[in-house]
């Protein structure tokens, strides 16, 4: 699927007044080769796994972080369970090490669980590991976040900020949709999800065509590329991404951030769309074009139920929609 995919636009020797004025005004995705080349812990990761792990388990706090883990028979898919009452995959407190460890020993399998960190504040669990690895574009104020573990998917989902994700260790492969294909995507419940955001319901290395129709649709608008250690990726705010972790061991680096302040929250629909324009009034034209295109999915188009596609009991806040 991935070779028939378009590739992000690619940039290299990225200045911050290329960064700044150029890559995020632009509202479209970038990759940013060798981005972080010159960090200690790129540096590492390119000697060996075991170089990169010695490395990390020195800078960590022993805080425990949240992190999960998933059976070896779901390939390391971050999803629901059969019934959708629930997720695939069970939530533990651990050090930074203790997963470290764990995903070391499961390289050792040909079929083992995934294990993995999801965005934890690195001031918490590894705080010297900022000192170490600054990113002099980035205000000081916006902190980076660690995601760590073996071979792990999660799919496809937005972020309300703008997210600049920075490859450490391992390979890593993005997969990004317009925020206007969320109508080919079949978004899940948008209240009860196994990451922070609503996901596609859509597997995408088996993609079922017959169930998901629209979701050939939303390959022609794809884009994509796979990262190595020391690239990084820009995504813009509510842009569609499905990342997956394809190596034995893989540490990325985040940080999220956004320019809007949002006010005090509204009830009536009068109020709400006061509220509305309060708070995306301050937003660039493309973040304003992408809430446009969820507010028009779930809110405003009345030809099609946007939960049509979930169980009666999953629906959620869709639940009882009038068309």
Request: glycine content about 4%.
């Amino acid at each position: 699927m991935t070779t028939q995919l378009a590739a992000i636009r690619e940039w290299r020797d990225v200045s911050k007044k290329t960064l700044l004025n150029e890559i995020i005004p632009g509202g479209r995705p970038a990759v940013l080769r060798g981005f972080v080349d010159a960090w200690p812990a790129v540096r590492h990761a390119k000697i060996s796994a075991a170089a990169i792990s010695t490395y990390l388990k020195k800078l960590d706090t022993g805080k425990p972080v949240d992190a999960i883990l998933t059976p070896p028979e779901v390939r390391g898919r971050i999803f629901y369970n059969e019934n959708l009452d629930g997720f695939n995959f069970l939530r533990n407190q651990v050090s930074v090490s203790s997963v470290v460890d764990q995903a070391l020993r499961y390289a050792q399998f040909a079929t083992a669980p995934s294990v993995a960190i999801q965005s934890a504040m690195i001031t918490e669990c590894m705080p010297r590991f900022i000192d170490e690895h600054a990113l002099p574009f980035m205000d000081r104020q916006i902190l980076p976040r660690l995601w760590l573990g073996n071979a792990i998917t999660t799919p496809a989902h937005i972020d309300t900020s703008y997210n600049i994700a920075c490859v450490v260790s391992g390979k890593r492969r993005f997969t990004l949709f317009p925020p206007d294909q969320v109508a080919n995507l079949y978004i899940g419940p948008l209240d009860f999800a196994p990451t922070n955001s609503p996901i596609s319901m859509v597997s995408f290395t088996q993609p079922d065509f017959v169930r998901h129709p629209k979701f050939k649709d939303a390959l022609t608008q794809a884009q994509f590329a796979e990262l190595q250690p020391g690239d990084a990726i820009f995504i813009p705010t509510l842009w569609w991404h499905h990342v997956e972790s394809l190596n034995a061991f893989n540490v990325l680096v985040n940080y999220w951030w956004t320019n809007a302040v949002a006010p005090a929250q509204a009830s009536t629909p009068f109020e709400c769309l006061l509220h509305c324009l309060n708070n995306f009034k301050h937003l660039p034209p493309d973040q304003r074009e992408a809430w446009g295109a969820l507010f028009k999915h779930y809110v405003f188009d009345g030809s099609a139920d946007p939960a049509i596609h979930l169980p009666a009991n999953r629906r959620g806040v869709l639940a009882g929609r009038s068309a």
